[in-house]
């Protein structure tokens, strides 16, 4: 999760959010090398008392800076399009969740399950125990099994919401009458944290979300006791 004067990213707990790392450190390099050069040009040229007719007046130079902007608008583009296509796929998912947004609290729905469901409220900074971390706690973990495709059903029952989980590179709109869906792999165990992530309303920063993935076999044992509690 993050931590305090964090700079970059989270660490990446699923193939896509790897790749949109990857994908943030190319673009940063081409920002970094294009602002480097366009600074040191403006300071060469305050700095310079000397002129050369054939720099003002050069076809080559102004065929040169529209061809190498458009050439690195490729160079960002392609990246980025083959991450949209890996972000869209949906094959075969191993198990749904719908999560449904309310205010001010998520409701889940494992629909492989006959009945198994449950709220997730946020647990109040009075009632955490010591390791637990304030506003980012809530009182049901969603619990999936790691290495499995997960496809999770996003919707909302009143306002705009928007499940949001940085680490595993998913952010979906929950809006009211729609169904939207997202999928991920989560590759490792661990917690990972959330929080609605579209302004909807007075309580919207008190929605977070929690991901605890765990190996298969945990998985199965921990939803036998929620059907059986049910």
């Not at 190319?26 to 366009?38: E, F």
């Amino acid at each position: 999760m993050a931590h305090p004067s964090q700079l970059g990213l989270q660490d990446a707990a699923s193939p896509v959010m790897e790749e949109l790392l990857h994908f943030h450190d190319h673009t940063m390099m081409i920002m970094t090398s294009i602002g480097t050069l366009v600074t040191y040009a403006m300071v060469m040229a305050v700095l310079s008392n000397l002129t050369d007719k054939y720099i003002l007046e050069s076809h080559q130079i102004e065929t040169m800076w529209t061809i190498v902007p458009a050439m690195v608008l490729v160079v960002i583009a392609l990246p980025s399009l083959r991450i949209l296509y890996i972000m869209d796929e949906i094959n075969d998912p191993h198990l749904t969740v719908k999560a449904m947004g309310h205010q001010w609290y998520w409701s889940y729905e494992y629909t492989d399950y006959e009945d198994l469901t449950f709220d997730a409220y946020m647990i109040p900074t009075q009632d955490l125990t010591p390791g637990q971390f304030r506003l980012l706690e809530t009182d049901h973990r969603v619990v999936l099994p790691m290495q499995s495709p997960i496809r999770v059903l996003v919707s909302a029952e009143d306002v705009l919401h928007s499940w949001s989980v940085p680490a595993l590179g998913v952010k979906m709109d929950a809006v009211p009458g729609r169904l939207n869906q997202t999928s991920f792999i989560a590759s490792r165990p661990g917690v990972f944290y959330g929080q609605c992530s579209e302004i909807c309303g007075a309580n919207h920063s008190f929605m977070p979300i929690v991901v605890e993935t765990v190996p298969l076999e945990h998985f199965e044992s921990w939803s036998s006791l929620m059907l059986e509690d049910a």
